[in-house]
Each structure stands twice: as C-alpha cells, then as structure tokens.
C-alpha cells in the first residue's frame, strides 16, 4: 500500500510519500509520479514479511532514477511488535539502511510506536537540506554579483570626512550573512539583531544631528547609511507611502539612529543642526496617483521643515529635480535655465510642486536668514528602487528579468541621463558641507535614447535560455507633457563642490541589475 500524506514539523509542511514495498509493482506508476514531487520518502517493508524487505534494494534504485536529487530517505521496519512472526531482524534492517547510506528506525503502525517520530525526523532532515541548498545558492550569487571594492570617489568628499568603502557600502543592502533575517518556505524570519555595522567615532562636539525626511526611500536610505557611517546621528521621518522601512532595518535600534513614521504634512518639532528634505514621492505613476497630496507634500512639507530650520538655526537642504526645467528648450541644461513647465499638464504637481519649494526656500533665506542648499537631482538608480516604481530602470530590469516584453512610450527618441545613486549621495553631502547657496544640478551627463538605453539593459539581463532577441521591445502611448531630452550641465558641481559622478552609467547598471536578481530570488519583491 502507498499513501501520500502531509507532514507539519516547525512550519515546513512537504508532502511525505509513504508506502509498503510489498505493493511496489502495483503503484509504480503512481509512485513514479509521486517521486518526482517528493521531498522526503519513507521506504517501509514489514519485518513478517521477506519480500518486502527484499524489494527494498530495487525500490530504492528506482528512487534514484525518478525523484529529485538529494531528497530525504528513512528506512522503516514496520510491524516490529509482532515479535512472534518476525523473520528480519532488526540488525538486518540497520545493515540494509547503512549500505544505502539512510537512516533507520522500526515502527508499528498499529502500536502507534515510532511512527510519528519517523515523519518528524524526516520532515527535520528536509528543513536542514532546504536552508542549506538556500544558503549555498545565496552564497553563490552573491560570489557572482562581482563587487569591486575601491572606494566611493574619495577624491570628491575627503573634505566632508564621509569616504565610505563601497564594501562597506554594498554590504549594507547585499548582507553577505544574513544573520539577523532568512527566508524559509516562504515565511521572512527575523530574529532580534544584536550587532550593526560599524560606524565612525566622532567626538562629540564633530557630531551632528542631521534629520533626514525621506529617509526610508530608495535615495533616502543610502544617504542615511552615509551619514551613519560617517558617525552622525540620523533622525528619519518618512510615512512610508513609497519608503520602506527595510531600506533602513540594519540600523533600526542603532543608538545614533531614529525612525519616525511622521507626514511631513504636519509640523515636526525638533532639535537638529542639519535637515536634508527628501520627503515627496518621485516617480511619475507615483506623483501623479495623488496629485492634491504631491502639491501639498512640497508646499506644506517644504515650509514645515524650512520652519524648523528657522527655529533651530539648523541648515536647510531641498532636494528639487531636473523636472523643473520642464521639456527644456536649452540643452545640455544649467541652473541659469528657468525652464519650460506646463502648469496645468499631469505633471504639474510635482514639477510646480518643486518650483514653489524652490521659492520658498530662497524667501526663507531672504527674510529669515535660514542656511540653504538646493540640489537639482537628474534622474537617478541603484538597489532599493522599489520593482513598482514605474520609472524607467526598474521597469525594464523588472521586465527583462521576467521575460517580458519591455515598454517604450513613445517612439524611445527621448533623451535620458542616468546618474548612480552612491555618486547622488557623495554630491548631496559636500553640497550641504560646502558654502554655496545657489542651486546645483547633480546628475552624470551619459545621455541616452531610451530606446538604446532599453536595449542596453536586455543585453546587460538576459542570458540564455531568454535572449535579447526573443524578449521584445513593446511601443506604448507617449507620457504627456514627456521632457524630449535631458541632461545636466555640471559646471557649477565641479567648480563648487568638486564633484563629479565616478561611476559609469554601465557600472551602476550591472550593480542594480545584479541586485534585482538577488532580491527576485530571494522572492523579497
Ligand atoms: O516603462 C517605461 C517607463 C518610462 N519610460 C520613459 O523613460 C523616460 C524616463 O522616465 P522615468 O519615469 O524613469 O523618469 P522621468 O525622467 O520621466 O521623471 C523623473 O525625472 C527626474 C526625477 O526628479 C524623478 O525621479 C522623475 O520624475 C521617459 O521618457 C518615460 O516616458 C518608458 O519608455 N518606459
């Protein structure tokens, strides 16, 4: 007789494949099939019964030759109270379970003795074999993911004391050991995490108080890690409509660090020396989902926290964008630009939206004194972008390791340049450490088509059995009010803040793409 059952040892619930080998001949079609799925199979002959035990040995082959490889096997002696009747003996059966490298045990259904221990001890085996095939295939990508260690451009922000190891850098969202969180069976298992990484010592009186608002989003959260490292104490407030907080659970509980769930919205009282105001969705989809919101997200968001840095004297850093030169009409574009916005089109909310930021900032700085900085970010990538962003990169690594067809709106003549997030955060920093207040654009001038930009990241993804030729390129609509070309002049960061992006667009690229995979595997997205 064979029975396939379900066994629930310590949440891992597999099934179980038992039979008899005196009924062998008669399931071997079903077993056949059943091999194939089984993830651990207990092989049971009678100890009354000679045949049985002697069909083990073909039994077995067989399991070697349909199941899959490595599953768990127990031999089990059953019937072993019926002692009058035995004809194998228990030494017999260990002999057997030790030339077919198994364990053994002997049971009685009927007696109800060893059986449930056979199907946990079993169901034990399967656990270890799938946490250490999971670690193994981890460790393995990770060795794939080719990470070169030179330090972040530490040319460019010696000045600001923040020359992180990219290493350093990378281990912070690529864990080498996850110690503190796996996955098993689809269940996310976090323990308490008693370490952190390290972070620099600073005395007291060098150490500053920075807030940063947004700090849990996909840029936010590396400069977090920056300035955690640099040996700050960090204030995030985000209200995690598109931050989350396992862009910064590595340093959750850290004593130079706090997460606020805030709305920036709603006045925010507290002491800092520095603010970086981050805080606003960036993607188009994401913006444009609630435009109301967007508008008073930089409006209110942006007086509430150039408030508080009237209050404290703290200085004031305004992320803008590249979005308010509009669909610009002078390429490549400088800060002189005033730009070319619709003030009524979809992505007004947003554009406007960081224009009025702008206004303020500088009318706090003519009336109230307040210390400023803007930074006018050109788009930008890197690990952590969320895989339903809707912005280009993430769509089309997401849609390329899928297979799926890449989506080009428009006719893909549009003009993009792409900046790598780590350079992003080297700028941020030595602008707010640095004395100049007027607007500063931070993007890497590599400009593409988004056409080749799409093919750039097939060739980059995909790898046999799917190939760039058979993973299409699919036209949709044009975005309205779509910016035609795009591309920073960075005049003004070289001559004031010394800055340049040290990463090409390709080695970003690889970085992200590697980390997507990682993240796609892991079925963390
Ligand atoms: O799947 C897609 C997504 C986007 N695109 C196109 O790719 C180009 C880039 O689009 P993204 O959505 O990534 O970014 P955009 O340049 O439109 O906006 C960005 O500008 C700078 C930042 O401040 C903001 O992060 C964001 O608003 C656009 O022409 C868009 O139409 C596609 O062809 N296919």
Redesign the pocket.
Known sequence: MATAKSASYDYLIKLLLIGDSAGQERFRTITTAYYRGAMGILLVYDVTDEKSFSNVRNWFSNIEQHASEGVNKILIGNKCDVEDKRVISKEQGQALADELNIRFMETSAKANIGVEEAFFDLARDIKKRLIDTQQAQQTRQREEVKLDSSPVKSNSHASVGSEAELGYLRDLYLPKKQDDRHIDNGLIIYKTITSYPPVKQLSPSDRKRILVTGGAGFVGSHLVDRLMWMGHEVIVVDNFFTGSKRNVEHWIGHPHFELVRHDVVDPFMIEVSQIYHLACP???PHYQYNPTKTVKTSVMGTINMLGLAKRTKARFLLTS???VYGDPEEHPQKETYWGNVNPIGPRAC?DEGKRIAETLTYAYMRQNDVDVRVAR???TFGPRMSPAD????S??IMQAIKGESL????DGE?T?SFQYVHDLVDGLILLMNKNYSEPVNLGNPEEYT?RNFANMIREMVLQPPLSPDNVDIKILP??LD??KK?KPDITRAKKYLGWEPGFSVKQGLQETVDWFKVQVTEGSI
């Open positions: 960036a993607s188009p964008t590249s979005e947003y970010i050109f788009n809707g912005r280009v990169v769509n089309f989506t080009l709106y428009g549009q993009r988004i044009a975005a779509d910016p795009r």
